[in-house]
């Protein structure tokens, strides 16, 4: 059974910066894609950020970029979302989750039905 386990979310300081764990078990990462999500209170469920399955490639919203490091340590099977400089519209539960496909060449994956297995996301709170 294929699990995601995030961590790493709180309350922090408009400015401040936050790194969430995404862990995986039941399933080797570094055979999938990987990304992030975030859903913020009455909204839907939005992209943040791909990664290939080398980790040389990144993908990333406009509303992010620059901000935000997406990275992987395939050895701990965990991906990671690094947040800088963190505003209060980052507020939001933050997922992550595996590409449908194993070996999938990179191509940014940004819809939700790319995506199978999902976590149960953490609470990531930027106060002003």
């Known amino acids: 059974q294929v699990q995601l386990v995030e961590s790493g979310g709180g309350l922090v300081q408009a400015g401040g910066s936050l790194r969430l764990s995404c862990a995986a078990s039941?399933?080797?990462?570094?055979?999938?894609?990987m990304g992030w999500f975030r859903q913020a209170p009455g909204k839907e469920r939005a992209f943040v950020a791909a990664?290939?399955?080398?980790?040389?490639?990144?993908d990333y919203a406009d509303s992010v970029k620059g901000r935000f490091t997406i990275s992987r340590d395939d050895a701990k099977n965990t991906v990671y979302l690094q947040m800088n400089s963190l505003k209060p519209e980052d507020t939001a539960v933050y997922f992550c989750?595996?590409?449908?496909?194993?070996?999938?060449?990179?191509?940014?994956?940004?819809?939700?039905?790319?995506?199978?297995?999902w976590g149960q996301g953490t609470q990531v709170t930027v106060s002003s």
């Open positions: 989750a595996t590409d449908r496909q194993r070996w999938n060449s990179w191509a940014s994956r940004r819809t939700e039905n790319e995506y199978d297995y």
């Open positions: 039941g399933r080797t990462i570094s055979t999938y894609l």
């Open positions: 990664i290939s399955r080398s980790g040389g490639a990144t």
